[in-house]
């Protein structure tokens, strides 16, 4: 089967978003939990800048779960399922486990430092620290923890739908049962808890919101790795971008201001309008205009995961640090750590694949390639 140079492309830029969304998010002062804070209250304050979050959260998480179900079921036509998911344990669960005591504890310890100042730590023993630390650390990590609990549902989904009955049927969908869809991604946004207690799970729950991603994870196996379905949103990439972005504006408009991670927020019709026309608006832009390849593509191919994988420690490192301990402008701070996130993660990723165990530890990697 000839390699989808489109899906390729538009994962490796969405994770480019990813970056670039966590330098906004890590300064905003919207309510969003974590990070060092804006640069003054809201609302008195507005800090517009705190846009990029509201354009871009409610659909580039989905997206990559949609792509990653998609290329699960290329992956599974040339390997056996207990191969596939040998490879995905290696790839996903070792990083998101063994990862953070190796190399992600370092993130754990700036987003532990506030609770050391305020002595939260005091007494107790060395050892406790660092297991708390690579705890604290997991970050973005918590996006291949649930893409490899996913792909071990999505073995159990295929044990049932042995002759691709269920596949072969998702195949024949068309533009009205395309856009019906996002009922499902509300759906999904539905199983979040709507007023989480501070003494249970539920924030984390919240957090890893697995059976919302669940929805776009199998929509992306049973429906979108049709190619008869990826013409049908590439005929339609116009109109369908339109549609995402008059929605985009009016939900920015509407709610810019509340926390856009709220249960509340990410449950409303309207978030989520916006959210699966742009997931749709993507794959159709991407299939339509970037179905190419080329050097810079491949690289970017080839080492996005090990960006994604590393750069939250830059964003924690660097960001803390020029909030804390220097008198710099805030739009100084941005430019900073937007240079940095951009290029040093890709710089660790040469570094760290390099390194014998460390490789396979921190990215899953067993030889360099």
Known sequence: MERKHWMDNLRWVTVLLVLFYHVFYFYNNKGVFGGAGGFGEYPQYKQYQDVVMYILYPWFMPLLFLLAGASSRYALQKQSGKEWFKSRTRKLLVPGTIGLF???????????????RQGV?????????????????TGPLWFIQVLWLLCLVLLLVRAI????????????????????MGVLFWVGEQTLVQHPRPESLDGLWNLY??????VPFLMGYFVFSHDAVQEKLEKAWIPLLACAVVAGTVLVITTFGQDNTSPLYLGSWLNCLYGWLMCLAMMAWFKARFDRTGAFAGYMTRSSFGAYILHYLVIAALGYMMKMYTNLAPWMMYVILFMAVMTIPFLLNEIIKRIPFIRWCVLGIKKEK
């Open 121 to 137: 730590f005091e007494g107790v023993p060395t050892i406790a620290k660092y297991f708390m630390m690579a705890i604290s650390g």
């Open 161 to 180: 739908d042995r002759d691709d009955k269920l596949w072969n049927w998702c195949g024949k969908a068309n533009y009205v049962a395309i856009i019906l």
């Open 102 to 116: 190796v190399f992600h504890w370092m993130v754990g310890y700036f987003n532990t430092v506030v609770a050391s």
């Open 209 to 214: 919101k697995p059976l919302f991603y669940l």
